[in-house]
């Protein structure tokens, strides 16, 4: 159990993986034809790309991704104290790189991060990553450590699973309805309900979800002032993954004594390439379904609702037709993308989009620009739940197309169709919220008034009428 205990222990001596702020003085050498004549607004629009604040104001997000989609879709950016890479922003681009694994690795920078943290990892680690689970992963690592769960998100295991979720869903909505009929919908509703569904199929105690939940957001969202656990992003990273790190020990080591039909039993025991999982791989892999596994899901379902409450005729045809909720659904995904990039390194001299890049070049890939892509979604600044097709990369592409991608389908097919048979109303009660991160964003603070149906309604309580 050293390697991880070294690991964490001078996280904090600078901020970790994901806690710094990007600098935002720019130094960027351009792509010469493509941005010539609009450097300024190109080198603008990056900043905001790559800022965590940048991702919590969607319509500076969407103006700067606009930008470079149409000026500089492959931008090479430098800024100090953090190593070059590549800006994709194309839709079309980032499919072929997602899908080209051969020439495109997922490791070592899997994550856009100040060369500090880097530095500071390398040196304590001699690893250059914060965990290493199936996202950090390539061949042959990589198909051998996603087998080792596969089966829990097969057909099978999902059609148990859809029965459960369904009375879920009915039980967090009573429980809204029981508040009276006020909520914060991110924090109070999407969040323990999709904590739960991770909790359940890891084998953890409902008891343990608000504790668990919230480490987890400190871990992937430590720059955001509402999720820090301690003064410094670096810091909560630090405490985030001492306090996950404990759990899972406990966990692991419970599970290898009294084995259980659940996840963590399941990694626990696991013997990749013949052997146990080294402790590094073991604790990441807790840590990657801990944080994938829900935070993702609620915000999807907290942006998609927020897209309804803002445009009403659309909330008003979906109660009206629900049988477009899974187009509905796939719209909020893409609405959302609540994973806004995940990087690639180019393992050998190739191209992409007839532009050359060199062998070890890394690319980061933002996915929230590429499902505004106007080549691929037409109106793609629209929100439109009957959009057809809707080809979005909410969940990626290729070998590492994310894991839960039904499951997180399921979650919102459940909760939004209990939410419209038990719902009236809806209106938005107060300011939203969302977090500032580059990697994971979108509404985490969602106030909002319900008038429910029948015995549920609590119109009195909150004072609203329950017209249509
Ligand atoms: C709306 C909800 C979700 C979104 C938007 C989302 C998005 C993503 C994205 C973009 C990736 C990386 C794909 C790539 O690199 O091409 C990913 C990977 C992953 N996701 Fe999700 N995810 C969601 C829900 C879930 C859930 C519910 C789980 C599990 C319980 C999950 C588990 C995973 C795992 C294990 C991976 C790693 C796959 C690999 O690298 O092989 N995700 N997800």
């Known amino acids: ?56 104001s969607p319509a500076r997000l969407e103006r700067a991704c606009a930008v470079l989609r149409q000026h500089a879709p492959l931008h090479w950016v430098e800024r100090p104290g953090v190593r070059p890479f590549w800006a994709v922003t194309r839709y079309a681009d980032i499919v072929a790189m997602e899908t080209r694994s051969g020439e495109f690795a997922a490791g070592p920078r899997t994550y856009l991060a100040s060369e500090a943290s880097e530095a500071v990892l390398q040196r304590v680690t001699g690893k250059p990553q914060l965990v290493r689970s199936l996202t950090e992963m390539d061949p042959p690592d990589h198909g ?32 809204m309805a029981a508040r009276g009929g006020r909520s914060d919908f991110a924090a109070d509703v999407a969040m323990p309900f999709t904590f739960r569904v991770i909790g359940r199929m890891l084998g953890t105690p409902e008891a343990d979800d608000i504790r668990l939940a919230r480490l987890a957001q400190a871990f992937v969202g430590a720059e955001d002032p509402q999720r820090r656990l301690a003064e410094t992003p670096g810091d909560t990273m630090r405490m985030a993954m001492l306090a996950l790190r404990d759990y899972f020990e406990a966990l692991v080591a419970d599970r290898r004594a009294h084995p ?17 999982m080294p402790h590094y791989e073991l604790i990441s892999y807790f840590i990657l379904l801990v944080t994938a596994g829900h935070d993702t899901t609620a915000l999807a379902l907290a942006g998609g609702l927020e897209a309804l409450l803002a445009e009403p005729e659309q909330m008003a045809r979906l109660r009206g037709q629900p049988e477009l ?50 080549a691929v979604f037409a109106d793609a600044g629209a929100f439109r739940i009957d959009r057809s097709p809707n080809p979005h990369i909410a969940f990626g592409r290729g070998p590492h197309i994310c894991m839960g991608l039904q499951l997180a389908r399921m979650q919102m097919r459940a909760l939004f169709a209990e939410l419209l048979r038990q719902t009236e109303r809806i209106e938005l009660a107060g300011r939203v ?18 008038v429910f149906r029948g015995s549920h309604n609590a119109a009195a309580e909150s004072g609203l009428s329950a017209s249509p």
């Open 1 to 56: 159990m050293k390697e991880f205990t070294l690991l964490v222990r001078r996280a904090s001596d600078a901020a970790a993986v994901g806690g710094d702020p990007i600098p935002r003085t720019s130094v960027a050498r351009s792509f010469p034809s493509q941005t010539a004549r609009h450097g300024a607004s190109v080198e603008r629009a990056v900043d905001v790309l790559i800022s965590s604040r940048g991702h919590a």
């Open 144 to 175: 051998v450590y996603r087998a080792i769960i596969q089966g829990a998100f097969a057909p099978p295991a999902l059609r148990e699973m859809e029965v459960w979720l369904s009375q879920w869903a009915a039980e967090i909505v009573d429980r």
């Open 260 to 276: 259980r039909d659940d996840l963590a039993t399941l990694i626990a025991n696991a013997m990749p390439h013949g052997e146990a």
């Open 325 to 374: 909720l899974d187009a509905a659904i796939e719209e909020m995904l893409r609405w959302t993308t609540p994973v806004r990039h995940f990087m690639r390194t180019a393992l050998c001299d190739t191209e992409v989009g007839g532009r050359p890049i060199r062998a070890g070049d890394a690319l980061a890939l933002f996915f929230h620009s590429a499902n505004r892509d106007e």
């Open 433 to 450: 919220r969302r977090v500032q991160s580059q990697f994971m964003s979108g509404v985490s603070t969602l106030p909002v008034r319900i």
